[in-house]
C-alpha cells in the first residue's frame, strides 16, 4: 500500500468511498493478492490507524529500540567473523606490534575485525557504542515513566518486563564486553569469578560450574559468546515484543490538555505520521551511532593486548552501566569473617550480591508500594507531571542520588588523577555520602515539587506575571497579573486531589492485631506521602479569582487611559 | 636537539635513496658525536673540568637544595621524624638528571607528590648538580644515548624490538600508567604521571631509579635492552595514528561512559524533541488558533 492511497483517504470526509488513484493498480494487486491469503486488512485497518499522542519524552524508549536493532544489525556482521575459541595462537595479522604475541583465537579474531576486515573496526566501535545507548536509553526512559506515573494501573506488567530489559541488557553487556578476551575484559571476567566464588558455601562450584574448571579454562568465551548471541537476544527479542505488545493494548499514556481524557488518546495516526516519525528516528539513531563507531574511538584492544592473568592495567572500568556495583565495591571497607576456617567476604558480597538485586527489587516493586499506600486502584491513562507526586519524585530523586554517587565512585581513580584529588577522601566522601546524599536529595526533590505546586496555584488563582510594571499615586511599583488562558489553566488543573486519608475502626472487633498493626502502617505512609501536597482549587475559588481578576484588569486600564503614560495595555 | 630532528625530518622525504642510509648514518654520527662531546660535561674530558663542574654543582646545591635536602645532601628529618627531604647520598646522578631535567624539582611547595613543571636549572646546571650528587655516594651515572636511542634501527629489528616491549610494559608499568601511558592514581593524592611524550632518557631514568612511589627497575629485573623496548613501544604509540578515531584522552571505559551518555543518549534525545515539536499541522499559527 502506497502513501498516496493513504492520503487519498485521510483528506475525504464525504460519504463516497475512496478510490484508488491513477497508477497505482499493481500495487493495489499486490495488496489485495497479499490480504486474500494473510488476511493483513483486517488486522492492518485497525493498527494502521492507531492513535500515538506526540510528546519528546515518549520517544526515548524508541532511542532504546532502535539502538538494539543497530545492534542486531551490526552484531550478525561481527559474528561473521569472531572466533569464540580460547585456543592459543600466535598473532600474525597487520598490527605490527601485535605480531608474534601468543593470545586466543577470540582476541586475534577481533584484532584481525578491526584490522584486516573491511568496515571491521567501524562495526565493533558501533555495536559497542550502541550497546552503551541501549541501556543509558532505557534508564532514562524507565525515569520518564515513573516520574509521569506512567507505571500505574493498568501498566504494571510493562513496568516488570521492562525492569527485565534491564537487568537482560545489563548481562547482554557484560557478556559482549567480555568477548574479545582483552586485558580489560579478562580482568572484568576475573572479578565475575570472585563476585560468584564469594558467595558462601556454593561459591566455588558456581564458579567451577561457569568456567568448567578453574579460571580462566577455555571454555568461558564459547558459553558467553552462545549467551551473548542466542539466549539473551532471545529473551530482549521476546520481552521487547511483549512489551510492545501491551503498548498497543493499553494504549499510550498521554499528558492532560483540553480535549484529553482517561478514556481517549489524542495525536496523530500510525501511518502515515508515527510510520515517518519513527521511521526516521530510526534513521537518526543509526546515523549517531555510525558517526560515533566511525569518529570516537572505543575499547582499543590492540592496545590493551591479550588477556593475562598476570597483567591489568590502571583505569580498568567496566562499561558505565556496571560503574555502580563497581563503585560500591571500591568504597566499601574490608569487612570479612572467618568461621571455621572459612572466609565470608562482606566486602564483596555486600556491593556486588546484595545491593544490585536489591536495588532491582526495590525498583520492581516501586508501583506495588505506591499503589499499597496511596490504596488507589483505578486505570490511569493521563500522566502526572512529576510536581504532582512530590514524595514519588523525591524517592526516584533519592534512588537517582544513591545510583549516581556509586557511579561515580567507580571512577574514583579518574576523578582523582582529573581534579587532582586523593582517591582515599574519595572513598571516605562516598562512604558516608552513599547514605546521607539519597535522604537530602529526598528531601530537596519534594519540596522543590511542593513550591512548584504552590506556584500553579497562584498562577490558577492570582495569575501570571503580565510584565506590566504599574506605578501607583504614592510612587510605589507593582506587577500586574493576568489571568492564564483557559488552556493552560485547564491543563493545570486536569488533575485528581488527593484522597482522603483512611479512617481506621478501632473498634472494629473483626480486624486482628496483625491487621490493625498493617492498617495503621500504611495509614501513617499514607500521611506522609500525601503530606504538604497542595490540592488544585475548587471552581468557586477558580470563579471568584477569575472575578477579581477581572475588575482588577479594569481598573489597570483606567489607570493607563488616565495616566500620563497612554501606550494602552500590552498584548498578550 | 630539537632543530636537530626537525633537519633529520626534512631529510627523511629522500630516506629511501640508494646511498641515504649511508649519508643518514654519518651524518647521525658526526652530528651527534659532535654535539655530544661538545655540550655533555659528563664526558668531560679532564679530571680538571669535571672538579670544576662538581664546585659548580655544590654552589647550586647549597642555594637551591640545601634547604630540604641538608647541606651535605644528608637529608632534613621534620620534628615528627618523617622525611623532610630525603638524603641524596646514594641516588647518583641518573635520579638528579630526571628530577631536575624534568622539572620535578626543585619542588615549589610540600605536598603529596612533586609534579612535573617548568624546567628550573639549564642543561650546563643540571649536569652540575648531578656531578656534585653522584661525588656524594654511590647510584646510577646518567645513562648514554645508545641505552635507549632508536634511531637508526633496522625496520625488522625495530618491530620486534616494540612487540616485546609492549608485552614488557603490559606486564610491568599499566598497573600505574595505565596501557597507553595516560596515568593512574596511587595512595593518598599520589598519581602514576601520564608518561606519553617523555624524553626517552628519562623514561630510562625513571625505570632505573625509580623516583617518588615508583618501583626501582634496576638492570638485574629488566635489563637495560628490555628498558629500551619499552621505550621503543612507547614511542610507537606517540607515533601510531588514532586508527579508531577521537580517544578522549586513552583513559578507558570513565570518558567512553561520560560520551555515551552526553553524545551517544544527548543527540538522539535532542532530535527527538525536535521531532516531537514539529506535528503535521502546517503552520504554528494555525495550531495555536485551534488551541
Redesign the interface.
Known amino acids: 500500500m502506497t502513501v498516496g492511497d493513504m492520503s487519498k483517504v485521510a483528506t475525504t470526509n464525504g460519504t463516497e468511498p475512496a478510490t484508488p488513484s491513477k497508477g497505482s493498480k499493481r500495487a493495489g494487486a499486490v495488496a489485495n493478492w497479499a490480504d486474500e491469503r494473510l488476511g493483513l486488512g483486517t488486522a492492518m485497518k485497525k493498527n494502521l490507524r492507531k492513535v500515538f499522542p506526540?510528546?519528546?519524552?515518549?520517544?526515548?524508549g524508541?532511542?532504546a529500540l532502535w539502538s538494539f536493532v543497530v545492534l542486531l544489525l551490526t552484531g550478525v556482521f561481527l559474528t561473521l567473523w569472531f572466533d569464540p575459541s580460547m585456543a592459543e595462537v600466535e598473532y600474525n595479522g597487520s598490527y605490527?606490534?601485535?605480531?608474534?604475541?601468543h593470545m586466543s583465537a577470540a582476541f586475534a579474531s577481533t584484532v584481525d575485525i578491526?584490522?584486516d576486515v573491511r568496515g571491521g573496526?567501524l562495526m565493533r566501535?558501533m555495536h559497542h557504542?550502541a550497546a552503551?545507548?541501549f541501556i543509558?536509553?532505557m534508564m532514562?526512559h524507565l525515569l520518564r515513566v515513573y516520574l509521569t506515573g506512567a507505571f500505574r494501573k493498568p501498566r504494571e506488567i510493562n513496568w516488570l518486563i521492562g525492569c527485565m530489559l534491564l537487568l537482560l541488557g545489563t548481562i547482554e553487556g557484560f557478556t559482549g564486553y567480555s568477548l574479545p578476551d582483552d586485558?580489560?575484559s579478562g580482568t572484568g571476567v576475573r572479578a565475575a569469578d570472585g563476585f560468584m566464588k564469594a558467595t558462601p558455601v556454593i561459591g566455588t562450584y558456581m564458579s567451577f560450574f561457569l568456567f568448567g574448571g578453574e579460571f580462566p579454562g577455555d571454555s568461558i568465551i564459547p558459553r558467553f559468546y552462545a549467551m551473548h548471541i542466542l539466549l539473551i537476544p532471545g529473551l530482549l527479542l521476546a520481552l521487547i515484543a511483549a512489551h510492545m505488545l501491551l503498548l498497543v493494548y493499553h494504549k499510550h499514556t498521554q499528558w492532560p490538555g483540553?480535549g484529553r481524557t482517561e478514556k481517549n488518546v489524542v495525536g496523530?495516526p500510525m501511518l502515515p505520521?508515527y510510520m515517518a516519525?519513527a521511521g526516521?528516528?530510526f534513521f537518526?539513531?543509526f546515523g549517531?551511532?555510525a558517526l560515533?563507531g566511525?569518529?570516537?574511538?572505543?575499547?582499543?584492544v590492540?592496545?590493551?593486548?591479550p588477556y593475562?592473568p598476570?597483567?591489568?592495567?590502571?583505569?580498568?572500568?567496566?562499561?558505565?552501566y556496571m560503574?555502580w556495583p563497581d563503585g560500591l565495591l571500591r568504597v566499601i571497607p574490608a569487612w570479612e569473617t572467618h568461621l571455621w576456617g572459612h572466609t565470608v567476604s562482606w566486602n564483596v558480597m555486600l556491593p556486588i550480591l546484595v545491593a544490585p538485586p536489591l536495588l532491582l527489587v526495590i525498583l520492581m516493586l516501586l508501583p506495588f508500594l505506591e499503589a499499597w499506600i496511596t490504596g488507589d486502584k483505578r486505570e490511569h491513562h493521563l500522566l502526572q507531571r512529576p510536581r504532582n507526586a512530590p514524595t514519588r519524585t523525591g524517592i526516584m530523586a533519592g534512588l537517582m542520588t544513591f545510583y549516581g554517587l556509586a557511579w561515580a565512585a567507580?571512577?574514583?581513580?579518574?576523578i582523582?588523577?582529573k581534579m587532582?584529588?586523593?582517591?582515599?577522601?574519595i572513598t571516605y566522601f562516598m562512604r558516608g555520602a552513599l547514605f546521607i546524599g539519597p535522604v537530602i536529595a529526598f528531601f530537596i526533590a519534594r519540596r522543590w515539587c511542593v513550591s512548584l505546586q504552590r506556584h500553579d496555584e497562584e498562577k490558577l488563582l492570582h495569575g501570571y506575571e503580565s510584565g506590566v510594571l504599574v506605578r501607583s499615586p504614592d510612587g510605589g511599583y507593582a506587577e500586574k497579573h493576568l489571568p492564564l488562558p483557559e488552556?493552560k489553566a485547564y491543563t493545570l488543573t486536569a488533575r485528581d486531589n488527593d484522597p482522603e486519608i483512611d479512617e481506621i475502626d478501632e473498634s472494629d472487633s473483626s480486624l486482628s492485631g496483625r491487621q490493625l498493626r498493617k492498617a495503621r502502617l500504611r495509614q501513617r505512609l499514607q500521611k506522609l506521602y500525601f503530606a504538604d501536597n497542595v490540592q488544585k482549587p475548587t471552581a468557586e475559588e477558580l470563579q471568584e479569582s477569575a472575578e477579581h481578576a477581572e475588575h482588577e484588569l479594569h481598573e489597570l486600564e483606567t489607570q493607563i487611559a488616565n495616566g500620563p503614560n497612554k501606550h494602552g495595555p500590552a498584548e498578550h | 636537539m630539537r632543530l636537530l630532528n626537525r633537519s633529520a625530518g626534512r631529510l627523511s622525504r629522500h630516506r629511501r635513496g640508494p646511498i641515504a642510509g649511508l649519508v643518514v648514518l654519518l651524518l647521525g654520527l658526526l652530528l651527534t658525536g659532535g654535539l655530544y662531546a661538545a655540550f655533555s660535561p659528563a664526558q668531560a674530558d679532564t679530571a680538571a673540568e669535571q672538579e670544576e663542574l662538581v664546585k659548580e654543582g655544590r654552589e647550586l646545591f647549597l642555594v637551591g637544595c640545601a634547604f630540604c635536602h641538608g647541606q651535605n645532601g644528608e637529608g632534613v628529618l621534620t620534628q615528627g621524624g618523617s622525611q623532610y627531604g630525603p638524603a641524596l647520598t646514594d641516588v647518583g646522578a641518573a635520579a638528579v638528571d630526571f628530577q631536575v631535567g624534568t622539572g620535578r624539582m626543585p619542588m615549589a611547595q610540600p605536598g603529596?607528590q612533586a609534579p612535573r613543571k617548568e624546567v628550573v636549572y639549564n642543561e650546563r646546571e643540571t649536569a652540575a648538580l648531578a656531578a656534585y650528587v653522584a661525588t656524594l655516594g654511590t647510584g646510577p651515572a646518567i645513562p648514554d644515548e645508545e641505552l635507549y636511542s632508536t634511531e637508526g634501527m633496522e625496520e625488522d629489528e625495530l618491530?620486534?624490538l616494540?612487540?616485546r616491549g609492549?608485552?614488557i610494559f603490559?606486564?610491568n608499568c599499566?598497573?600505574?600508567?595505565?596501557?597507553?601511558g595516560?596515568?593512574?592514581?596511587?595512595?593518598?593524592?599520589g598519581?602514576?604521571p601520564k608518561i606519553r611524550g617523555v624524553d626517552a632518557k628519562h623514561i630510562y631514568e625513571a625505570m632505573l631509579t625509580g623516583p617518588q612511589s615508583m618501583d626501582t627497575f634496576s638492570d638485574g629485573n629488566i635489563p637495560p635492552e628490555d628498558k629500551k623496548a619499552v621505550i621503543a613501544?612507547l614511542e610507537?604509540?606517540d607515533e601510531q595514528p588514532?586508527?579508531?578515531?577521537?580517544?578522549?584522552g586513552?583513559?578507558?571505559?570513565?570518558?567512553?561512559?561520560i560520551?555515551?551518555?552526553l553524545?551517544?543518549?544527548g543527540?538522539?534525545?535532542a532530535?527527538?524533541?525536535w521531532?516531537?515539536?514539529h506535528?503535521?499541522r502546517s503552520s504554528k499559527k494555525k495550531d495555536e488558533a485551534q488551541?
Open positions: 506526540d510528546h519528546w519524552s515518549f520517544m526515548l524508541e532511542v605490527d606490534p601485535l605480531r608474534g604475541v578491526s584490522f573496526l566501535q557504542w552503551m545507548i543509558a536509553s532514562i586485558l580489560l483540553p496523530f505520521v516519525k526516521g528516528f537518526i539513531v549517531v551511532t560515533m566511525g569518529l570516537f574511538s572505543i575499547n582499543n590492540w592496545k590493551l593486548g593475562d598476570s597483567k591489568v592495567t590502571a583505569g580498568s572500568q567496566p562499561d558505565w560503574g567507580g571512577g574514583n581513580d579518574i582523582a588523577i587532582d584529588l586523593s582517591i582515599n577522601q488552556g | 603529596a618491530n620486534e616494540v612487540s609492549g608485552q603490559l606486564a599499566t598497573a600505574c600508567h595505565n596501557f597507553e595516560s596515568g593512574g592514581a596511587m595512595p593518598r593524592g598519581y602514576a613501544y610507537m604509540l588514532g586508527y579508531a578515531g577521537f580517544s578522549f586513552g583513559l578507558g571505559p570513565v570518558s567512553e561512559g560520551i555515551a551518555w553524545v551517544g543518549l543527540v538522539p534525545v532530535f527527538a524533541v521531532i516531537a515539536a506535528t503535521t488551541a
